[in-house]
């Protein structure tokens, strides 16, 4: 894979994620360096050998990190609730029928003035 290919998905990973680059840290100040490096490189700067080492192995262990499947949320594979959308009129939730608009639609309904 192209390296710009790999810097751009980093970027977005790193700045959405505010830098975190690996479940276990081994320095609390691996991931802000990282970043750090990152932002000169992408500024145009050039990195010393030390750095593009530290840099590519931060950009690794993110992407095999990111790889990685989840665990879903709290443990369960579904929480046992029917998303709205797919709710019908006769489906209910806290007193409210289904659908997006009630009475199971997901459109609303047009209206014309006359």
């Known amino acids: 894979?192209?390296?710009?290919?790999?810097?751009?998905a980093v970027a977005v990973s790193l700045l959405v994620s505010a830098g975190q680059l690996a479940a276990q840290p081994r320095n609390p100040d691996d991931r802000a360096r990282a970043l750090q490096l990152f932002q000169r490189e992408l500024?145009?700067?050039?990195?010393?050998?030390?750095?593009n080492a530290f840099?590519?192995?931060?950009?690794?262990?993110?992407?095999?990190?990111?790889a990685t499947p989840?665990?879903?949320?709290?443990?369960?594979?579904?929480?046992?609730?029917?998303p709205l959308t797919e709710m019908s009129a006769d489906d209910r939730y806290e007193g409210e029928d289904g659908g997006l608009y009630?009475?199971?639609?997901?459109?609303?309904t047009t209206s014309i003035a006359s």
């Open 70 to 82: 989840r665990r879903a949320l709290l443990g369960r594979e579904t929480t046992g609730l029917k």
């Open 102 to 108: 009630g009475k199971g639609r997901n459109e609303p």
């Open 55 to 66: 840099l590519q192995r931060a950009m690794e262990e993110r992407l095999a990190r990111r």
């Open 1 to 8: 894979m192209p390296r710009i290919f790999v810097l751009v």
């Open 43 to 51: 500024r145009g700067e050039k990195l010393s050998e030390e750095e």
